[in-house]
């Protein structure tokens, strides 16, 4: 076994560990022990990639921008969780950085940036051997729109005010100036707000493809709130937490088994949520997808939005616009084939990742219909994956 200056063994794939950020502003900022911020830092102090795409605060809390970063003394501004942040990294990737085929990345992930990554480097869009993935669970995120009606009408609260917000024990809290307030998720999801109905339904929330999965289950005691739960992934994950570690740039101790016990059942217990609203959300069809969709999009104005913005969309997107898609060019609504053969397209293959929907100016559930489709097919070759999404 590899051992450490003081004596501590090297981690390996397949290892849990509590750990924390030794760099005191990465502390204050991160949103439990910084060790994401740190792996990044360390990976471009030291050359392992060139550049790092993280998520940096816009103008106030519901302004989540990916950011190009060059110089590591930069990263401590990307340090914490944007929980509306509903941005999808893995077309910035295939789109604005070449699928990082010239350059290696170090970026950020949820479970959803992580399956459009996956699914673009199977298009050979993406080079994922350049990138080095930092996985953070996610439990889901709240529409910026949304997250300023709800903190408005639910809180009570201006939203203009609220300059922190953060998930805890199942509670959407802000705080604001004068004061803090946190209402449980189940309560707002129960009065139309809450997640973004794609998250609640998504069945991926330890990124585990990543090279290590972070986030806040499973760390208890004195560590609580202080330190991140990584898991490693892969012998990457490994080398990179092994190396920070060396360069006294992240401490770590093994995770408390009671901790790694309870991140268990938390995710379980979040498995089985998304599965609840799997069953609800598809009820809401009432078994007539196909009548659902034609009337639903009958009010598309064919601004291509969800084509341009879906990671498993991919291809030559004039062509899709134009011709092959069996649609007379500037007819709206476009006749039923223009959705047809967008949901055939990617049926086998979307991610649920709804950006289709969230970026859909006429509020047609579109990620609803393409994940019902999805879930049908994946019932079709191997029922055993979709009927847990139907049966009562
Ligand atoms: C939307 C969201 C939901 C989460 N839900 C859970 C959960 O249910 N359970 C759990 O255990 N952990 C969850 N996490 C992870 C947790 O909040 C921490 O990010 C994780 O524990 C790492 O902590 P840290 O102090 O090491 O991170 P930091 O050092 O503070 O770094 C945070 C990193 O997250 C990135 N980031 C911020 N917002 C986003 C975003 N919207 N999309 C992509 N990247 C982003 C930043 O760029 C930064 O690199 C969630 C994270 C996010 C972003």
Request: charged letters at 30%.
């Amino acid at each position: 076994m590899a051992l450490f200056g003081g004596g501590k063994p090297a981690v390996k794939k397949g290892d849990m560990v509590y750990a924390w950020t030794t760099d005191s502003e990465i502390a204050k900022k991160a949103e439990c022990g910084g060790a994401v911020t740190t792996f990044l830092k360390h990976a471009l102090e030291t050359k392992m990639v060139d550049a790092v795409l993280a998520i940096q605060r816009g103008q106030d809390i519901y302004d989540a921008v990916p950011t190009l970063i060059t110089d590591p003394k930069d990263l401590k501004n990307t340090a914490g969780s944007l929980h509306c942040g509903t941005l999808l990294l893995s077309k910035v990737v295939a789109k604005h950085l070449k699928g990082a085929k010239d350059k290696k990345i170090a970026m950020t992930v949820k479970g959803c940036d992580l399956m459009g990554i996956l699914e673009l480097a199977k298009r050979n869009a993406i080079n994922r051997d350049n990138l080095l993935l930092i996985g953070v669970n996610c439990g889901g995120t709240v529409s910026p729109v949304k997250a300023m009606k709800m903190i408005q009408e639910i809180y009570g609260v201006d939203p203009m005010k609220v300059h922190k917000e953060e998930i805890d024990k199942g509670q959407f809290i802000i705080e604001f100036e004068g004061g803090h307030k946190g209402i449980s998720i189940d309560e707002l999801e129960e009065k139309g707000f809450g997640r973004r109905t794609n998250c609640r339904r998504c069945e991926y929330k330890v990124p585990r493809q990543a090279d290590l999965a972070c986030g806040n289950w499973g760390v208890i005691g004195d560590k609580a709130g202080k330190a991140t739960f990584v898991e490693v992934c892969s012998d990457k994950g490994a080398d990179l937490l092994n190396r920070a570690v060396k360069a006294d740039a992240l401490a770590t101790e093994a995770a408390n088994p009671k901790g790694i016990e309870l991140r268990q059942k938390v995710e379980g217990a979040m498995l089985k949520l998304g599965e609840k609203w799997r069953r609800k959300d598809f009820g809401t069809l009432k078994g007539d997808l196909w009548g659902t969709i034609g009337r639903e999009t009958g009010r598309c104005i064919k601004c291509y939005s969800c084509i341009e913005n879906c990671p498993v969309c991919f291809g030559d997107t004039e062509a899709l616009k134009a011709k092959s898609f069996m649609v007379t060019a500037g007819e709206v609504p476009p006749n039923g084939m223009f959705h047809l053969r967008r949901f055939a397209h990617i049926s086998d293959t979307c991610v649920n990742c709804g950006q289709c929907e969230e970026l859909c100016p006429m509020d047609i559930p579109l990620a609803l219909f393409s994940h019902a489709i999805r879930v049908e097919g994946d019932m079709a070759f191997e029922p055993k994956l979709g009927k847990a999404a139907y049966k009562n």
